[in-house]
């Protein structure tokens, strides 16, 4: 799950053998992390599909950063950012995230991860491990509508995610981007009763999709939808967000 764009790419050439799945490094950001500064780390290519994607070319595209190349920049930043963010893309599907949070710890920071929860037993090895410390979770949509709108099947996957994280420790926020063409205000309503049933208790994110920027799919203009906190019930407080 991803927001925006990185912001600097690393185009050096690297030998074939040498894993780069890193497409770009964001060196600062005061919006990415809740109450820190960070750089984010946008790992290339993902499980889904969404139409309303924001980053395609990190999606569809290639890394041409190596792990080692981010470590050597995370040293740079040591005691100067509290935070590192790994974004994407979906960063859970590397395997390179170990090896590289293992170190990042060691360096002081805290980690950040934006998922869309379709790797549960990665995000249980990083939280057992103590490799994480806030977790975004997008929560796309109900299963009926899961399909359409990521182009996957990983609906009981996330469900799977949402438990996980629910009876951890972690910190850890839901969110859903709102294009009102694919989730109506009822589909919300749906959305906000599966988390009651699921024990989930706290806030819930809404971001509304931003006309006119390049996005994965074809979509016709977003019409914004207006009260959500009404939405709000008992123990989950529905926020709309940017
Ligand atoms: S989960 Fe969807 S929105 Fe997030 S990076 Fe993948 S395709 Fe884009």
């Known amino acids: 799950m991803s927001e925006r764009k990185g912001s600097i790419g690393n ?3 690297l030998p074939k053998e040498v894993p780069t799945p890193i497409y770009s490094i964001t060196p600062f950001t005061l919006l990415d992390y809740p109450g820190k500064t960070a750089c984010i780390l946008w790992f290339a290519g993902c499980n889904m599909r969404c139409t309303y994607c924001y980053n395609p070319d990190i999606v569809l595209g290639k890394g041409v950063v190596s792990i080692m190349e981010a470590l050597t920049f995370l040293r740079s930043r040591k005691g100067l950012l ?15 995230v170990f090896p590289l949070l293992e170190t990042a710890k060691e360096y002081g920071f805290d980690v950040k991860i ?8 990665v995000l249980e090895r990083l939280i057992a491990r103590r490799l994480v410390d806030y977790i975004a979770l997008d929560f796309k949509a109900l ?13 009981p996957e996330f469900a799977e995610s949402l438990s ?4 951890s420790s972690v910190p850890f926020e839901l969110r859903t981007t709102v294009h009102s063409e694919l989730i109506t205000r009822d589909d919300l309503r749906a959305m906000v009763g599966f988390l009651q049933q699921h024990a989930y208790s706290g806030p819930y994110y809404i971001q509304h999709y931003v006309n006119g920027v390049p996005v994965l799919g074809k ?5 914004k939808y207006a009260h959500f906190s009404e939405l709000s019930v008992d123990g989950i407080a529905v926020v709309e967000r940017g």
Do not use: M, W
């Open 82 to 96: 509290q935070g590192i963010v790994l974004s994407g893309g979906e960063c859970t599907l590397h395997p390179t």
């Open 11 to 13: 185009a050096r050439i």
């Open 164 to 167: 996980l994280l629910n009876c």
């Open 219 to 223: 979509l016709c203009r977003s019409i």
């Open 143 to 155: 299963e009926h509508r899961y399909q359409a709108i990521t182009e996957s099947t990983l609906f």
């Open 114 to 121: 934006d998922t869309n929860g379709s790797r549960p037993k």
